[in-house]
Each structure stands twice: as structure tokens, then as C-alpha cells.
């Protein structure tokens, strides 16, 4: 994988200042540590580091086309570049390379904006046409490679991989957005398009944007959306061929590489489905890498070497720290803008153990969100059915005052912690997913803020990003909430955390099942066959049943979790104090001073588990300290 960097003169032809170009792009140097390139000429400049995956020897970048009046910064995989090639090579076009590189060049010079719609990978680029004056950029379909951007105040648009390398122009605002604020607060991350900063932003996944040389009139355009369009009743068994053909397939064109290659291997259905796949692929063992915990309520570990058994993997695991806390300040730098995914803590250290054995890895990212495999799904239609059975005047001021009332028994078993169902049926369908998935509910929110932040948030609330998305998605309950994280959780925060967790180690994370040829196929079957009763990810799990045993397909998801509320009332104790309370927030003016008191005390002496608001709460004081 790769970093890229640009900086392009809208109106005029003026010198680029090749140091400021050369410092932009070496502060991605962890991104590509193998090659780095910089082309400059009248009013452009690009930027490459380059992490080398694909034909080793050649493929630097930037990349010229062979009549030099194509440029191209790229960082991605393309995985069906050799048909394309020759359907390339059949319209007259010539290659110097065996890279992908080489071929978005030339399908940017046959099909023009159209190429990206032939392109099936992960993909982000800027590619800059002299003969039409024209910069063109692209983030593939569903968000897997990052692309930054910003117009600034002397008609330069400069854009890059990360955050932090825009951050080096001098000219870049880096004044906060309020209402950036509150979706942070709202979500644990920044949804795209927004970044932190105002007149900051990141391209959409699926979505496109040229800019021609003169013009100030420009706007990202997309070009691809999933359509969640189920089709008849389909049989179960036959579904479930299709679908293991599909993503055998999808695994396969995923483990082209010239370096050494494996995956990740978690002992959960998705990772574990990756690794049979590719065992049945590859005649040498697959490299396979895991890690454990100390609390068993916590530890897979048992469960990926069960896989690695089965599949005679070459399996490695190491123990993480059970109080490994001290990445806290790195995250915030890794991040670049507050993020408050406390499963980048063992992201991390995974990433840190693959890179010792492999350069590219399989994960199982995205099932969850294609098949329906998160809990919440599943009490989404419950509840979505509960407000079907009442009619909306009896419906809201019953379940919103039973919520209200209902005690917050945070320490009682799971069946007694009805609060934040009731407060859910209480509202809307799209109210009602938007309070299951916050970090802090619309209540605390209202309390954490200052009338100052109040006042310049103008009405403003982080559900509207749910809005926005509203009118293009499906009707079904099931398959709306599934397009929301598709839209919003996917690409701003797992997709966000597995990208910056693998690149601070140099390390290439490839994902099969948000292949986005399955993906539209899983988009299209049955809601029933992903939900089917109490059991996501119907369908997969079925058509699993002869790869995997039962206790890896059927038992409770339990995911990267980390024990945030012993922490905060042990090891961390002081320093929730001295984050929450000290003068980094006191002195922005936007937080309720007596509130984040409440918080840490009430939290600190066990009454109530804050543990998440106040992760939150550290991961922005930590991003304030050491990027204002």
C-alpha cells in the first residue's frame, strides 16, 4: 500500500514550492517505506511513498504515460488489472510495467472518468491529464483507502492519504467545526465527507471529482451506491454454493502478491472463513497470526487455533498486555483527528505482530455489515416491530417516559437492562438506530456541552448524518440500517482503524468480503437469509456448516473488546482525572465543566460505567494536546 500527496493550482501556472511537496509527502514515509517519487511542474505537484506489493522492480510513481501527458499517484490494488490490460492492449496501448499502476493510466486515457467504474479493488488516486487541463481523483466503492482534500485560500487544492500530511501546508485552516464536534461526540469518529477541521474534507467512498484547470465551480460526484433490491425466496442450499463460490472467488484474486502473504485470524466467523478459503487455495500452509488476553472474557485465542489446526495454518499468537495503555497519545497522532474505536488499541498490536512474518493480509472485515451480523441489527427489527404494533401519539409519550424512568442498571444482568430499548421504541426508526449506535446518547450530549459550543452548533445534531442518507435507503428495516453502516460505521470506523492501525507498520490489509461484486450480490438476497430469527449472518454460517465446527459458526460474537471500565477506576484512574479535568477542555470552552466531574466521579466510585464517554473524552483531550 502507498501514500499519495498533491497540490494543484486552480487558476494559474505558478511554481510549485517542491520542499513544502517534499515535506507533505515524507510525513506519510510510514505508508511506503520501499520508494518515494515527487513530479512538479507549472501549477502541480504529486507525491508517492511506496509500499511494493506487485512487480517490484518497476511501477514507481508518480507515473507518466508513455506520450507524457498523463500523471498518476495512486495507492491501492486493482485486482482485475490483467483483463483489463489486455482489453487495453487490443485498443493499441503499450506497458512498460506488469503493475496496476500502469493500468488505470491507460484506461484514464480510453475510457476517461468512466475508467473508475471498470476498476474492482480498493483504490485512491489523483490523476493529472495536461492535454484536457484536468485533475481528476477517485476513492474506491466502499472506503477502504483513505483520500483527504481542502481548497485553500490561494486557489491551491491540495490533497493526501492522511490528515497529517495536509497539515504541513501552512496554509491550511485548522480551525475545529463544531458541529464536527458534536458528530464525534455522537458516533467515536468524524463521518465522511467532514474531517475536524473546517473547509477540511474526505472524498466518499464510491465517489469521484475532476477539477479543470480555470474553473472554481466543481463538486464530488458519485459514482456507485449499493442497492439493496432482494429479489424472490431463493433456496437456502443452493444460495449458499453461490454464495461460497463468490467469495472463493473474491479471496483468491486477493492473494496475488510478490511479497510473503497471510491473514488474520481472530477465532471469529469472518476471519476464520478467510483462512479456509485460502487454505483450499494455496498448496503451502497460510501464514496466520492472532492475538490474546489475559481476561478469558475477552481471549478468542482457543478458537483461532482451532482454525489453525483444522487448516494446518503457520500460526502465530502473542499475549497482549492486559493494561496495554500506553498507545493512548500514539493513537491520537496515528488518527490525526479524534477517534474513539478503543478496538484500535489490539488493532494495532495485530498489525504489529503480522508485519513480522507477512507485508499483505486477508482479513474478514465487513461481513457484519453485508450479512447483517451485528447484535444491534437484530434489536433493531424487534424494536422497529414494537412500533408497528402502536401508533405513534401512544407509542412516543409511553416508551419515551418509560425510558426516562427505567433505572440505568449498568451493574444488573442484560435481561434487567431495558433502558435504552424503551428510550429506543420511544422514537422513529432512524432515532431509534442512531441512539442504539452513539457513544454518548442525545441526554449526555446535551449535558457535556457548554452553552458556548451550544450556541455555535445552531440546532445542529449528529443524527442528521443518518438523514442524510435516509432517502436512498431501503424501505425494509433490516436492510436500512445495514445501508447506514455501510454509509457511515464501515468506512469512518473500521475501515478508518484497520487503515491506519496496518500502515503505521508498512503492512497491506486486504478485504474479500467488501469485494464490491459480493457485495452487491449479498445486498441483493432475502432479508430473512441474513437475519434469520435470532441468527445473523444466516446464510454464510450455513453455507459455512462443512468448513467450520459449530462452536466457531454459532457461538456469541465477542470482537476486539478492551476493558475500558477497570482501567478508568484502576490503572487510569489518575489520568481520567487529570485528562477530563485539567485545563486542555476547561480552556476550549465547550464542554460543561461541572458534567465531566459527575462523569469521573460517579464512574470512578462504580455507580454508573461512563467508560465509553470517557474514552471519548480522552481521545479529543489527547488529539487537542498534540495536533492544536
Not at 389 to 400: G, K, N
Not at 427 to 439: A, C, K, T
Not at 482 to 496: A, E, M, R, V
Amino acid at each position: 500500500m502507498c501514500g499519495i500527496v498533491g497540490i494543484f493550482d486552480i487558476h494559474e501556472k505558478s511554481e510549485i514550492d517542491r520542499d513544502l511537496l517534499s515535506r507533505m509527502n515524507e510525513s506519510q514515509f510510514h505508508r511506503g517505506p520501499n520508494e518515494g517519487g515527487l513530479h512538479t511542474e507549472p501549477g502541480l505537484g504529486f507525491g508517492h511513498r511506496r509500499l511494493s506489493i506487485i512487480d517490484l522492480s518497476s511501477g514507481q510513481q508518480p507515473m507518466h504515460s508513455q506520450d507524457g501527458n498523463v500523471v498518476l499517484t495512486y495507492n491501492g490494488e486493482v485486482y482485475n488489472f490483467p483483463e483489463l490490460r489486455k482489453e487495453l492492449q487490443t485498443l493499441g496501448y503499450a506497458f512498460r510495467t506488469h503493475c496496476d499502476t500502469e493500468v488505470i493510466l491507460y484506461a484514464w486515457q480510453a475510457w476517461g472518468e468512466a475508467c473508475v467504474e471498470r476498476l474492482r479493488g480498493m483504490f485512491a488516486f489523483a490523476i493529472w491529464d495536461r492535454t484536457q487541463q484536468t485533475l481528476f481523483l477517485a476513492r474506491d466503492r466502499l472506503g477502504i483507502k483513505p483520500l483527504f482534500y481542502a481548497q485553500l485560500s490561494n486557489n491551491q487544492f491540495i490533497f493526501s492519504s492522511e490528515l497529517k500530511a495536509l497539515k504541513q501546508h501552512p496554509l491550511l485552516p485548522k480551525t475545529i467545526d463544531p458541529t464536527a464536534i458534536e458528530d464525534y461526540f455522537g458516533f467515536g469518529y468524524i463521518p465522511d465527507p467532514k474531517t475536524i477541521y473546517q473547509g477540511v474534507y474526505k472524498l466518499e467512498p464510491g465517489y469521484c471529482l475532476t477539477i479543470k484547470k480555470g474553473l472554481q465551480q466543481w463538486q464530488p460526484r458519485q459514482y456507485w451506491d449499493v442497492k439493496f433490491e432482494s429479489g424472490q425466496n431463493r433456496d437456502v442450499g443452493e444460495t449458499g454454493e453461490d454464495l461460497i463460490e463468490r467469495f472463493r472467488e473474491a479471496v483468491n484474486i486477493r492473494m496475488m502478491a510478490d511479497v510473503p502473504l497471510g491473514a488474520f485470524l481472530s477465532g471469529g466467523v469472518d476471519s476464520s472463513a478467510v483462512v479456509a478459503m485460502m487454505a483450499g487455495l494455496s498448496s503451502d500452509p497460510v501464514n496466520t497470526c492472532s492475538i490474546s488476553f489475559g481476561d478469558p472474557k475477552f481471549n478468542e485465542s482457543q478458537f483461532a487455533a482451532q482454525v489453525a489446526e483444522r487448516y494446518h495454518t503457520a500460526h502465530r499468537v502473542e499475549q497482549v498486555d492486559p493494561d496495554d495503555f500506553g498507545l493512548i497519545d500514539q493513537l491520537s497522532g496515528l488518527y490525526d483527528e479524534p477517534y474513539a474505536d478503543s478496538s484500535a488499541l489490539p488493532t494495532y498490536r495485530v498489525c504489529e505482530l503480522a508485519k513480522k512474518q507477512v507485508t499483505v493480509v486477508l482479513s474478514g472485515d465487513g461481513g457484519d455489515e453485508s450479512l447483517a451480523g451485528y447484535r444491534r441489527h437484530r434489536w433493531h427489527t424487534y424494536e422497529d416491530r414494537m412500533r408497528s404494533l402502536l401508533p405513534d401519539a401512544l407509542r412516543v409519550p409511553l416508551f419515551s417516559t418509560l425510558g426516562r424512568i427505567y433505572p440505568k442498571l449498568d451493574w444488573a444482568p442484560k435481561f434487567l437492562r431495558a433502558k435504552s430499548t424503551l428510550e429506543s421504541i420511544g422514537r422513529d426508526s432512524i432515532s431509534g438506530y442512531f441512539h442504539s449506535v452513539s457513544v454518548m446518547s442525545n441526554e449526555i450530549r446535551e449535558q457535556l456541552f457548554s452553552d458556548q459550543l451550544k450556541s455555535q452548533l445552531q440546532g445542529y445534531q449528529a443524527i442528521e448524518v443518518f438523514r442524510r442518507y435516509q432517502k436512498q435507503a431501503p424501505g425494509d428495516p433490516l436492510s436500512m440500517v445495514q445501508y447506514l453502516d455501510l454509509k457511515t460505521y464501515l468506512p469512518g470506523d473500521i475501515l478508518t482503524k484497520v487503515d491506519r492501525a496496518s500502515m503505521a507498520h508498512a503492512l497491506e490489509v486486504r478485504v474479500p468480503l467488501l469485494d464490491h461484486k459480493l457485495v452487491e450480490w449479498m445486498a441483493a438476497l432475502p432479508p430473512d437469509l441474513k437475519l434469520h430469527g435470532r441468527e445473523g449472518k444466516y446464510i454464510f454460517k450455513k453455507a459455512l456448516e462443512t468448513y467450520l465446527p459449530d462452536d466457531i459458526l454459532y457461538r456469541p460474537k465477542m470482537g476486539f473488546a478492551v476493558p475500558l471500565a477497570s482501567w478508568f477506576r484502576g490503572p487510569l484512574k489518575q489520568r481520567v482525572q487529570n485528562a477530563l479535568l485539567g485545563d486542555t477542555l476547561k480552556q476550549t470552552g465547550w464542554f460543561n465543566t461541572s458534567f465531566l466531574q459527575h462523569i469521573v466521579t460517579q464512574h470512578q466510585a462504580g455507580l454508573r460505567d461512563y467508560s465509553a464517554p470517557i474514552w471519548s473524552l480522552l481521545m479529543f483531550e489527547a488529539f487537542l494536546r498534540n495536533n492544536m
